[in-house]
């Protein structure tokens, strides 16, 4: 990679946490005040590339240690959970199409670099939850028209939603979660109608499966407040999809009734229509 590259690269949010560190105690120092403290921070965590974050504590060395630098490059990690997820390639899929339908695409399979899925009274379910990826950066694209799609990460991706909705919408509630050192980065972009692209995060099955033998021991050495804990986080998720669920079937009904009301008002039209047919045979006549 060249140095002219390097400003190109795309920042994460631990380099953006690092350049707000040298900023605190750049502020406690003297070196600023609050306002140019206020406005370099602001300017931090608004930086989506390197090109943009350096020059924000460039003028700030530190007295007798050097300032503590950002990583320009992205280098794999080279074990951990996440070492083995990212296989390179072209990805085992590289789209879903609902039409008055569903897809789904879970379990073991590979995401590639671009996904593109299209929803048109469907809908349908991207779990990503025991997936590979071909890249540390991958973009999942929605287009969501009269419909739903749901994209499901694990804990420790960092999730950017970029989309756009028109009488509809993306949920943007798993944004600003710092993601775990080589997890990938999902991008979720595209377009929204009358529909809604949905993001949750859940526990891999495994982990799910390792929580529940974990609380039955704990039943077993009689471990309360452990017990009390995992409920509470059970039944927050359980209450997240319920209510994923019912916002879901409310939009279905409510276009239903919208079709019903076209309908009807179509069928009134025609009857009008055949009417003054009528009268104008009869005054012929």
């Not at 998720?237 to 669920?245: K, V």
């Not at 179509?266 to 012929?284: A, C, I, K, L, V």
Request: hydrophobic share 35%; with cysteine; net charge negative.
């Amino acid at each position: 990679m060249t140095d002219d590259a390097v400003p190109e690269l795309r920042a994460s949010d631990a380099d953006r946490e690092r350049v707000a560190e040298v900023l605190r105690d750049a502020v406690a120092e003297g070196r600023l005040d609050m306002e140019e403290f206020e406005e370099r921070l602001e300017a931090t965590y608004k930086a989506r590339t390197y090109a943009e974050l350096t020059p924000i504590t460039r003028d700030l060395p530190a007295p007798g240690v050097a300032p503590p630098p950002v990583n320009m490059v992205k280098d794999p990690v080279d074990s951990g959970s996440w070492a083995g997820r990212i296989v390179g390639g072209e990805g085992s899929s590289s789209g879903g199409v609902a039409i008055m339908s569903a897809f789904q695409r879970k379990g073991r399979w590979t995401v590639p670099k671009r996904f593109t899925c299209f929803a048109f009274w469907g809908g349908g379910e991207i779990d990503l939850r025991e997936a590979t990826f071909a890249d540390r950066e991958v973009e999942i694209n929605c287009i969501a028209i009269m419909g739903g799609v749901q994209v499901i990460v694990p804990p420790g991706v960092e999730v950017v939603v970029r989309g756009i909705g028109i009488m509809g919408g993306f949920d943007h509630s798993q944004e600003g979660v710092p993601g775990e050192p080589g997890a990938p980065r999902v991008i979720v972009t595209g377009f929204a109608f009358w529909g809604g692209v949905g993001v949750e995060r859940k526990l891999p099955r495994a982990e799910r499966q390792r929580l529940k033998e974990e609380r039955r021991r704990q039943k077993l050495e009689g471990g309360s407040s452990a017990r009390e804990l995992h409920g509470s986080h059970r039944d927050a998720l359980s209450g997240l999809h319920d209510a994923h669920r019912e916002a879901m079937d409310e939009h279905r009904e409510a276009l239903r009734r919208r079709h019903e009301e076209r309908q009807e008002r179509h069928e009134e039209r025609r009857e009008r229509h055949r009417e003054r047919r009528e009268r104008r045979h009869r005054d012929w006549d």
